[in-house]
């Protein structure tokens, strides 16, 4: 990057081929990516799956085994962290303690001999609304705080490109969601490229324009929130993002519009367009939620597939809504979402049910057979991992 | 609970058991540095044995016991070098330790332990031999070598434990911030490492300043101020001794003690901020 | 702080990022790595050196020349035996009750004293007051003290402990006494930099689990703290077993309490026997050497910097 000149807009970033091994395993096989200029693109995650690793490839604090990277058409593959256009906020947010915030700020600024550096400084925390505590060491600012700081010093230098590594893990709840909402807004404001590595999946679905769901370093599904949360295409995502009734049978009949699958006696019929496998044995699911729960057979009814009779062996309530399972003979357990708009729940364990959804919200998945048993586990094993904390990500990938 | 009135008794025995045997402790720790603090104020002619009344005398006239001055000079001046010098080169040693991988590692880290495993009397004479092989002169370059010698292990281990606890991330933000490779060890690295830094060169000088057995062996003829109380020893230490002991004692306590404070301080400070 | 030198509690932070411009690390290695190569290790070397040789034919006290004269060890070990085994005796006494007298001392600092940082760190400074203060004029307070004309030994022979022509310096137990008091601040800060790291979470679930308070101490505390111990009783028997200031006449020693290091001192700077200080300070080292290396290996805190 020239020296003294702030990048004019976000640049886009491409990833070509990347490959990284470290010394006993492989953080990512084979990458490609695309990232527009001036989007909000999240690399969404488990521990290990390689998004950290990406994002330090991209910083230029790794360097690739193989493959190239280019920050606005430009090859950065063999610079130096100082040389591209590109900064880092850090999941420790790595403010220097022995400087105050305004000293952190500016830090960037005097590197690379930019005029003025304690006038951009103050503005850039201004825009955070931290201007009061310039003269703070950073030992006594709150967590978010802190982060806001490290934003600051990280978007004053104008970087083409902004990295975000799990920035608000070391936040609680409430001050999360209300960051999540900053950090959005600062984005639009500024017109940068941001791109945020986290593994928590609302957060990424909140703030990002573009999410490319990464497992086992390779990046499973990409594309806008709602597109991957309604029409997942791998049983990882349909169950990493948000939880999924999946379905295996064997394709028993195909129309234009649609497809029909056997699952014992009964059938599943699901759009062709949202089903990419359409014959032999495929996987097929539906959202928890988008199940309707019945205590008579229904009527069959064009455009809604029902299964049933079932048994309910479990009732949990969570508040906006309780979650029940359903033993369905021949489709196994079923888990439906169901709104509590009435006091208490509306069936017991143990009593006769039956479920329906509309047909067009059913999908169906790109994996084959075998590889969907492997996607739960890593989801399952994923989001065990969420609960005990996100604090193994770092230490897991950058051994 | 039956037996809960006798339980409360035997916590509260053992409650004041461990603050008293402390406090004992401690008394036993010190009574040699009081004896030695209250004989600097005894009107003593050469023998500072027995009390012979309160003087202030040797504190203002310290340096009028023959040798005792320039003692404690020499003493100071193989301090002052041995320490910048041992801090340097373990410095140097510490910050490649943690921050690089290399072949040598678990060779080079025998050869840092070896000197601390090693008793006094046999560095000394190790030294004192290899000298006498290659013929040269003892004297302040001798002792200072030999100083220097025995506190890089001190000082490596002392900057290692405070780069280890540096967050690498630290030095990522500084390079992520443009910062070239110097800038990042100048501005970043080196200023956080200050503390671990100043605790080594303490650590290093009180050391040298109070070793006897290695100096005794690669001195020649010069003497350091423990060497002066060796040879003192045979025929009664100047109550002088005492008084620059004594000051040397309160003066470092009194850095320790402000040190402490003002971090207690300081700590309390950042609380009430949170 | 340096003295948890000889033994690294587990070690936590995670293992730096490689680097690969090694020759930075190869420059800020090599100044100190050549400079114990060359007053370190050639020392060592040429102390062997000097314990194998030979005196010059009709030539002054002090000259010798190179040779094999492994009879300097025999002759050396034949002569000193009583003073090599009285050093690591003196040693191991005075490092048993430094441990006795410093680990509930630690524990009160480190572990009672939590609630009360600025407490803790100053009863901590009182603890380490003695390296403030020259240890051969404290190890001189003691002989002071212990003097015939001192404060105890009337009163003991008035107590009938002592015999009337009995003497404190000068005895095994004074020795020991200097030694152990000398090093007690060497055992304690250990300790102390282990205990007060220490979870108290463990000692409470040791409670919870039905332990009474000493099994827990027995089984929880003491195995958490065995870096400290380990530290601290290396850091206390290496430097008691080569000491030669307290057993000295000068000090709180005499003839009949001689130590090795003083058999060392008096051959290499008094009567100029080089070899025979030579072969001696080998044997200690290598005596010393033995037993740390068996002693660490059965501690299982081989990770030693």
């Known amino acids: 990057m020239a020296t003294g000149t702030f990048a004019e807009k976000g640049a886009d970033l491409e990833l070509v081929g990347i490959q990284k091994r470290f010394p006993g395993f492989t953080a990512i096989e084979s990458l490609d990516l695309f990232i527009p200029e001036g989007s909000f693109f999240a690399l969404l995650g488990p521990s290990g799956c390689g998004k950290t690793t990406t ?7 790794e360097e690739p085994t193989a493959g190239r990277i280019l920050i606005g058409g430009k090859d950065v593959t063999s610079t130096k962290p100082f040389q591209r256009p590109v900064n880092t906020v850090f999941q420790s947010y790595a403010l220097f303690p022995h400087m105050t915030v305004l000293e952190n700020v500016a830090f960037g600024l005097r590197r690379r001999s930019i005029a003025s ?16 505590l310039a003269a703070r060491k950073p030992g006594s600012l709150s967590g978010g705080q802190q982060q806001r700081v490290a934003l600051a010093r990280a978007i004053v230098n104008r970087p083409a490109l902004l990295l975000l590594d799990e920035p608000l893990g070391a936040l609680d709840l409430k001050l999360r969601r209300q960051m999540q909402l900053e950090l959005k807004d600062i984005q639009t404001e500024v017109g940068l490229t941001f791109l945020h590595v986290t593994h928590d999946q609302e957060e990424a679905m909140t703030m990002a324009d573009t999410i490319a769901v990464m497992n086992k370093g390779q990046i499973e599904q990409m594309g806008a929130p709602e597109e991957l949360y309604e029409l997942p295409r791998t049983a990882f995502v349909a169950n990493f993002l948000g939880q999924s009734n999946l379905f295996t049978g064997q394709v028993s009949g195909t129309t234009p519009d649609a497809l029909t699958v056997a699952l014992g006696s009964a059938s599943i019929t699901v759009p062709v367009a949202r089903a990419p496998r359409r014959s032999g044995t495929v996987t097929v699911g539906v959202r928890p939620e988008k199940l309707t729960l019945l205590t008579s057979a229904p009527v069959a009814e064009a455009g809604r597939n029902v299964l049933g009779s079932g048994r309910v062996v479990d009732v949990s309530f969570s508040g906006v809504s309780t979650q029940y399972v359903i033993a369905i003979p021949g489709a196994g357990d079923v888990v439906v979402f169901a709104q509590n708009m009435v006091f208490g729940p509306v069936v017991h364990v143990g009593a006769e049910v039956w479920v329906s959804w509309a047909v067009e919200h059913g999908f169906g998945l790109e994996d084959a057979p075998d590889e969907v048993a492997a996607g739960v586990h890593d989801a399952a094993v994923a989001a065990g991992l969420d609960d005990s904390g996100f604090d193994s990500e770092p230490a897991l990938e950058k051994a | 609970m039956p037996a809960g009135p006798r339980r ?98 678990s060779l080079i880290s025998l050869l840092l332990f070896l000197p601390m495993a090693t008793p ?67 501005r970043i690295t080196f200023p956080l490492l200050v503390p671990g830094i100043a605790a080594a060169a303490l650590l ?48 470092a306590i009194v850095i320790v003690v402000v040190a402490q404070v003002t971090r207690a301080a300081r700590a309390k400070r950042l609380a009430r901020l949170h | 702080m340096a003295f948890t030198a000889f033994s690294t509690p587990t070690s936590t932070a995670a293992e730096p990022a490689v680097r690969k411009r090694s020759w930075i690390a190869l420059v800020l290695l090599l100044p100190g790595i050549l400079y114990l190569l060359l007053f370190f290790i050639a020392p060592l070397i040429s102390l062997i050196f000097t314990s194998f040789q030979q005196p010059v034919i009709d030539g002054d006290i002090g000259q010798y020349s190179a040779g094999f004269q492994w009879q300097n060890y025999t002759d050396a070990v034949g002569q000193y035996l009583p003073l090599i085994f009285r050093a690591f005796g003196y040693a191991i006494l005075a490092t048993v009750f430094a441990l006795v007298i410093s680990y509930p001392m630690a524990y009160f600092i480190g572990v009672k004293m939590r609630r ?105 505390t003491i195995p958490l703290s065995m870096p400290g111990i380990v530290s601290g009783t290396l850091l206390t028997f290496i430097p008691a077993a080569g000491d030669y200031i307290n057993a ?58």
């Open chain 3, 116 to 220: 009360w940082p600025l407490a803790q760190s100053l009863l901590l400074t009182l603890v380490i007051a003695p390296f403030f203060i020259s240890f051969l004029l404290r190890t001189l307070a003691w002989k002071q003290i212990f003097s015939d004309e001192g404060p105890v030994v009337p009163v003991l022979k008035a107590l009938s402990v002592l015999p009337t022509d009995g003497h404190i310096t000068g005895t095994p137990f004074a020795v020991v006494f200097g030694l152990t008091y000398n090093f007690i601040p060497f055992m304690t800060l250990p300790l102390y930099a282990v205990l007060e790291r220490m979870d108290v979470r463990y000692i409470e679930a040791g409670a919870d689990l039905y332990a009474s308070p000493w099994t827990t101490f027995r089984k929880v």
């Open chain 1, 55 to 61: 994002l330090r490839l991209v910083a230029g604090l």
């Open chain 2, 8 to 105: 409360r008794s035997r916590i509260r025995f053992r409650g004041l058991g461990l603050p008293i045997y402390t406090a004992l402790a401690l008394i036993f720790l010190l009574i040699p540095i009081a004896y030695t603090f209250v004989f600097s104020f005894n009107n003593s002619g050469k023998l500072n044995i027995a009390w012979q009344g309160f003087t202030l005398d040797k504190w203002t006239h310290v340096c009028d016991a023959q040798g005792v001055c320039e003692a404690f000079t020499n003493s100071i001046i193989v301090g002052v070098v041995a320490t910048v010098l041992a801090t340097a080169l373990g410095t140097a040693i510490a910050i490649a330790l943690v921050r690089y991988r290399f072949r040598a590692r």
């Open chain 1, 117 to 132: 550096p304690v006038e951009k400084a103050h503005e850039a925390l201004r825009l955070v609304e931290l201007d009061h």
């Open chain 2, 120 to 186: 006094e009397v046999v560095l000394g004479a190790g030294l004192a031999a290899q000298f006498l092989s290659l013929g040269v002169n003892k004297g302040l370059g001798t002792i200072i070598i030999a100083h220097t010698m025995f506190c890089i292990s001190f000082v490596v281990v002392t900057v290692k434990a405070r780069v280890s606890s540096l967050d690498p991330a630290l030095e990522e933000a500084g390079r992520d911030l443009y910062g070239s490779a110097a800038a990042v060890f100048w």
């Open chain 2, 204 to 251: 290093s000088f009180a050391l040298s300043f109070d070793d006897f057995i290695i100096t005794n062996f690669n001195s020649g003829a010069v003497d350091t101020f423990p060497k002066f109380i060796y040879i003192a020893a045979a025929r009664g230490i100047p109550a002088e001794a005492n008084v620059i002991a004594s000051a040397v004692f309160i003066l």
């Open chain 3, 248 to 305: 000295s006449n000068d000090f709180l020693g005499s003839s009949q309490t001689s130590m090795v290091g003083n058999a060392i001192e008096a051959n290499f700077l008094v009567l100029q026997n080089y070899p025979i200080a030579a072969a001696l300070s080998i044997v200690l080292m290598a005596v010393i050497l033995i037993i740390v290396g068996i002693y660490v290996r059965r501690a299982g805190t081989e990770d030693l910097i």
